[in-house]
């Protein structure tokens, strides 16, 4: 099952890394049209155990979100380079 990711919440304060900012992530499953907000973390979990999301930019391309790891052990998501020079994850809306 993969879901779209169509908005971030963040935490305020400074962050080195502008993905471990995002607190929460909204999605919906486009195919059964349930929604739903979770964690970073959960979404991380989610991804680690073989689910996929994504996110689509104003045309609709999409660039798929994998897993990564700071150097101090952070866990956070981000997404692949596709066809946009913006980062299409950290561009999208507040929840």
Known sequence: M?????????????????????????????????????TRLQIYDYLKD?????????????????TAETARGTKYVKTLPDKTTTDNLLSLKEC
Request: hydrophobic residues 30%.
């Open 50 to 66: 073989g689910g996929e999301a994504y996110v689509t930019d104003y045309v609709g391309n999409k660039a798929k979100l994998v």
């Open 2 to 38: 993969a879901v779209k990711i169509t908005c971030i919440k963040k935490d305020g304060g400074f962050h080195e890394n502008p993905y471990t900012a995002i607190t929460d992530l909204g999605w919906i499953n486009e195919t059964t049209g349930k929604t739903g907000l979770s």
